[in-house]
Structures are given as C-alpha cells and as structure tokens.
C-alpha cells in the first residue's frame, strides 16, 4: 500500500544501532517520508532527537506538511528547487544516450523531473503517447463499443495508469493554452497537430475534459473499480470537441 510501517523503522533503528566499522561516517536516507505512518513516524522521532554517532539522517518528502510536525521540529530543512526541463534533458542526453530531439519532448513531459524522465524513457513513452493521443482525439466518432474498448486498453496495465492519464491531460492542456500562447505547450514536437485541433476547439470543454480526467485519476489512487471509472470518463470524454477531423 505504499507505506512506510514501524517494523520497517524499528529494523532500520535495530541496524543503525550498531556501528559503521569500515566507512568513516553513515549515511541513511527515508525517500518518501510523507509515506511514514503515525506509529512508525513515532518510532522514528528517538533516533532524530539522539542520532547514531558518525551517522546522518536524511528524510525527502514533496512539502513540509506531508510530515509529522514532530519530525518537521526534529529536522534541518533543506529546499530543494525544481530542475529545468532543459537541464533533465541535457542530463538524459548525457546520462542515458537518448537522442537530444527524444530528451527534449520527455524533460517536458515528465515536468523536469530527472527520477520521472527516465521511467518514461525506459517505458517508451513517447510512442505510447501518441497512441494515447490518436485515441482520445478519435473518440467522439466512435461507437460506444469501441470507445468501451479503447477504456479497457487504458486499463490493462495499472502501473503505467496514471502516467497515462496525466500525458492525456497535458494534451489538452496545450490545445487550450496554444491559442493565447503557442510557446507554452508542453508538445512541441506535435506543434503543428496541436494547432490543427485546436481549431474551433472550446475551452471550456477542454477545461472540463481535463477535470473529469483528474477525477478519474484520484478515484483510481482512491482503489476505485478500475473498469468502472474507465468506462464512465471515456464516455464523458466523448463531448470532447476537438475530435480528428
């Protein structure tokens, strides 16, 4: 369920209690913290009041409020600025052999984050994305079978759901921002598809598009009946207007 127990904490408190016999000084990072539970959130607050000797504690969470305000008193807080997507990109180019042109258009998609970039990457997403794309825009021209049908692809695969309707969302983001400011979409290697439909498209539609695919999206971190939720927002998603013409 994603979370981080006490018996994981107390396995953890267990280890650093005995000491680094080789490495001058230990270094132990919570990835996640939000994810702590109240009782194993508990169970860590001894070892930040008292830290091991030669040991540090480091604790990453999105904000501050994700955490206990009884660790957030015990911590030094170090913020973190968010990269460029120029700079992951460049780091993709240099880090992982990917082409400048394919770098580009996944720093934008993976909102410059370098962890993310690279899960879209290894995923192949950039593909993925344009059958995504060529799926939505077919909708409204489709039977409801398959409209039915293109829900249950989307849901075959839960671990890449989410990316999956978030790509969605970015897509009709940039058909509603292209037309007051071309050089803010985050697609720019499908600019002349996004000026294309967005012709004539309605922005509050778009607007509303985008919400029921963010409602979607929480309903299935909320452990929703996935089929269910597919099924009720392609079906919403059909009063989509900028449909391939």
């Known amino acids: ?25 230990r270094v132990v990072i919570i990835a996640g913290a939000q994810a702590l539970n109240p009782e194993a959130g508990n169970a860590l607050l001894k ?5 091991p000797e030669r040991t540090l504690l480091i604790l990453t969470a ?31 180019t240099t ?15 993976s909102h410059a984050s370098f962890t993310r970039s690279c899960k879209l990457h290894q995923g192949n997403w950039i593909a993925r994305r344009d059958w995504l794309i060529d799926g939505l825009m077919k909708l409204p021209s489709q ?11 989307l849901g075959q695969n ?15 983001r940039d058909l509603a921002v292209f037309g007051h400011n071309p050089t803010k979409i985050i697609n720019k290697d499908l600019t002349d598809k996004i000026q294309y439909a967005s012709q004539g498209a309605d922005t509050g539609k778009l607007t509303a598009s ?4 963010a409602q979607a999206q929480k309903k299935i971190e909320a452990r929703a009946n996935i089929r269910l939720t ?15 013409r």
Request: overall charge negative; hydrophobic content about 50%.
């Open 95 to 109: 880090s992982k052999d990917v082409t400048p042109e394919t770098a580009a258009i996944i720093g934008e998609l």
């Open 143 to 153: 039977s409801v079978t398959l409209q039915l049908a293109w829900a249950a692809q």
């Open 1 to 25: 369920d994603g979370l981080i127990r006490i018996a994981q904490v107390r396995q953890l408190c267990e280890t650093l209690s005995l000491k680094p016999y080789e490495a001058r000084q």
């Open 230 to 244: 597919l099924e009720a927002m392609v079906l919403q998603l059909t009063n989509f207007s900028a449909a391939e």
């Open 47 to 51: 070892v930040l009041e008292e830290p």
């Open 158 to 172: 839960r671990a890449l759901l989410a990316d999956a309707l978030e790509v969605l969302q970015i897509w009709l």
């Open 210 to 213: 985008i919400q029921v695919l």
């Open 62 to 92: 999105r904000q501050r409020s994700d955490l206990l305000p009884t660790i957030v008193s015990r911590c030094q807080h170090v913020r973190f600025g968010p990269l460029s997507a120029s700079h992951v990109a460049e780091l993709l």
